[in-house]
């Protein structure tokens, strides 16, 4: 089949376009996990901050601790709605109010860690790991070419099973073997999420996008992403602790 001039300047059209596409693309994704990875540094101060004070530990222990647990929750359901509908602003207090309150939360986690023998290697050794995975897990998500949408709402409704076995095993049943087997479980499922979550929030950039909508839509997809280290790192964390004890 013959091209002609026309056919010719068409196709580099396209070309361009589709350069111009991967481009912005690319420098959306890559605010994705800048805002992401300032959030994660930003945890981690909060959380030595919190380890050093043996008054805050306290103050943030037994009682304090599910108040804290609780507001993860609550804007963990309700910040994605706030930061997709309302102002830039709002979002970014959205997002930076999550990652402070996950901080206050490892405060104390981090206290304990850093006065057993060899804490501190685990919980650098457990950030490393996390990291690892997570680059690969969200490359995966990135690049893969197959729908992972049927994988991510199962693995989504399996969130809310965690939850409520997590709950059973701390009121009622208290079982190490069995927070072992959750925290396994845990990893796998939020190491899926990771990929999925990666997926869509790619799928969500649009070049006609303005400026405000694709800083919301970063800042929404660093807030999912960055729920998902957050936990892959706790619980990877937990599974060295255990497996330190014994």
Known sequence: MAFGPQNVRSFARTQADQAQLDQGLRSYMLRVYNYMSLGVAFTGAIAMLVAMNPQLVASLSGGGFWVLFIGILGLGWFAPRLIMTKSVGVAQLCFWGYAGLWGAVLGPMFFAYLH????????????????????????????TKRNLAPMGAFLAMATIGILIAMLVNVFLIQSSGFELILSIVVVLVFSGLTAYETQMIKNMYYETDGHDVVTRKAIFGAFILYGAFITLFIWILNILGMMNRN
Do not use: D, V
């Open 116 to 143: 057993m023998a060899g804490g501190a290697e685990m919980i650098a050794r457990a950030f490393f790991i996390t990291a690892a995975a997570f680059a690969g897990l969200s490359l995966y998500g990135y690049t």
